[in-house]
């Protein structure tokens, strides 16, 4: 029998320099192990409460009230539990809390503290993390899962809310899709990423990055990020369209206003019939095989028209769509939008119901891509996440920036450490 000894939290700074929370648990073997959480910035209305103290200090951002709510609520509930019994600590958690949004206590309270169970589990049977996923998963759904390395998806170019620059589109990203392994994957990706950074001087444009490591110049157009991504990624000795892919987060519901998609860099504004069109004119003219957030969250007609227009020809991600949460999520596969989702622990707030919502996808035909925030820390859970459940995507960012290449490197030592387990393609 193994329990929990002590539950401790603290506010810490996250990659944008705001407080989130770290915490750590005790166990009474000895074991200890902690865990921190994301914050996004380009949030989805239904996502789970984060909560902030919205005082003088920290701009209202400071999470002094969910630190305490773990130190002085969750924690006394918690001594004595068994830490490998994820489903019974998330369960107690949702239900100390009683709201369907975790305002009560705070998601990133209630997160901190099942991320930082699961590390403390793992340590304790000896195991890595990523195997200790898949156990859970298995004593969640009953279903066994193949373990595997994910593909990763690497923004290299900001726009939107993650950057100062006139680009609409939050996210460029790269998918080294042929590469051979996870190795392979990360020179290519790195070796794209300071070839866009040379093309960019040669063009005297902005070197600067966005949020999530990527460069972040301004630009005419969407189109014109793009090409430059394509000749950094012939500058590789690569081939666009065979080697390397582009996926797009769009993070429309930011620029849909009134009914319509507002381009304001390219100053132009658009319904929901004319942005599907868009948007198909770059998966036929661009080697673009997945679209995230293509329509706003509450544009579920957009969404539908979008679907039936290139859901066969491109991954559809819905993010601020379905919030990693379940309920919405099982409404958007019966309404028929997208075809894959976007996992963020933190949108929902606990290991289990990320879980339920990737099993959910797992068995309707729906890719799941495991994915960070803007706002990150060095915490790596969500690697180990990614091959556990075998999710076969992730996406953390660009090659850059301790924050993004924390989860990189702990891919690179997994596949170090399990050559039996290969790259998804
Ligand atoms: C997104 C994310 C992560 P944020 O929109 O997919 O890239 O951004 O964390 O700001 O919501
Ligand atoms: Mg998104």
């Given at each position: 029998m193994t329990w929990i000894k002590s539950i401790k939290a603290i506010q810490v700074l996250d990659s944008r320099g705001l407080p989130t929370i770290s915490c750590k648990v005790s166990l009474g073997c000895g074991v200890q192990a902690s865990a921190m959480v994301p914050s996004g910035a380009?949030?989805?209305?239904?996502?789970a409460l984060e909560l902030r103290?919205?005082?003088e200090l920290y701009m209202g951002k400071g999470v002094d009230k969910a630190v305490a709510n773990i130190n002085d609520i969750i924690a006394p509930l918690l001594i004595?539990?068994?830490?490998?019994d994820q489903k019974l600590i998330d369960q107690k958690l949702v239900n100390l809390d009683g709201t369907s949004d975790k305002s009560s206590l705070g998601a990133n309270a209630i997160l901190a503290v099942s991320l930082a169970v699961s590390h403390a589990a793992a340590k304790n049977k000896k195991i890595p993390l990523h195997i200790h996923f898949a156990d859970i998963y298995k004593d969640i759904t009953g279903h066994q899962v193949s373990p595997n390395l994910p593909m990763p998806m690497l923004n290299i170019l900001n726009g939107g809310?993650?950057?100062?620059?006139?680009?609409?589109?939050q996210e460029f990203m790269i998918i080294?899709?042929?590469?051979?392994n996870m190795k392979e994957a990360m020179r290519w990706s790195s070796e794209i990423y300071w070839n866009l950074k040379s093309i960019l001087k040669s063009e005297k444009l902005s070197t600067a990055v966005g949020d999530e490591g990527g460069f972040a110049p301004n630009l005419q157009s969407n189109e014109d990020a793009i090409k430059l991504i394509l000749r950094a990624i012939e500058d590789s000795k690569l081939i666009p369209g065979k080697d390397v892919f582009i996926a797009l987060d769009c993070a429309a519901s930011e620029f849909f206003k009134d009914g319509q998609y507002l381009l304001s860099g390219e100053g132009r504004s658009l319904n929901s019939e004319s942005f599907a069109d868009y948007l198909e004119h770059l998966v036929d003219n661009y080697p673009i095989i997945s679209i995230e957030?293509?329509?706003?969250?509450?544009d579920h007609n957009g969404w539908k028209i979008l679907t039936e227009k290139i859901g066969h020809k491109c991954q559809l991600v819905g993010d601020d769509l379905f919030v990693t949460n379940k309920v919405i999520f099982k409404n958007g596969i019966d309404e028929g939008l997208a075809n894959s989702i976007l996992i963020k622990f933190n949108q929902i707030g606990s290991i289990t119901e990320t879980v339920e919502t990737i099993h959910l996808a797992n068995t309707n035909n729906y890719k799941s891509i495991i994915s960070h925030r803007?706002?990150?820390?060095?915490?790596?859970?969500i690697a180990d996440l990614a091959v556990g459940l075998g999710a076969g995507q992730i996406k953390t960012g660009a090659p850059c920036r301790s924050d993004r290449v924390a989860k990189y490197n702990r891919l690179l030592w997994i596949e170090e450490e399990n050559i039996e387990l290969n790259i998804s393609k």
């Open positions: 380009s949030t989805g209305t239904k996502e103290d919205g005082d004595n539990l068994d830490p490998r809310e993650h950057a100062d620059n006139n680009i609409d589109i080294p899709k042929r590469a051979s957030d293509g329509m706003d969250e509450n803007s706002g990150e820390t060095e915490d790596t859970t």
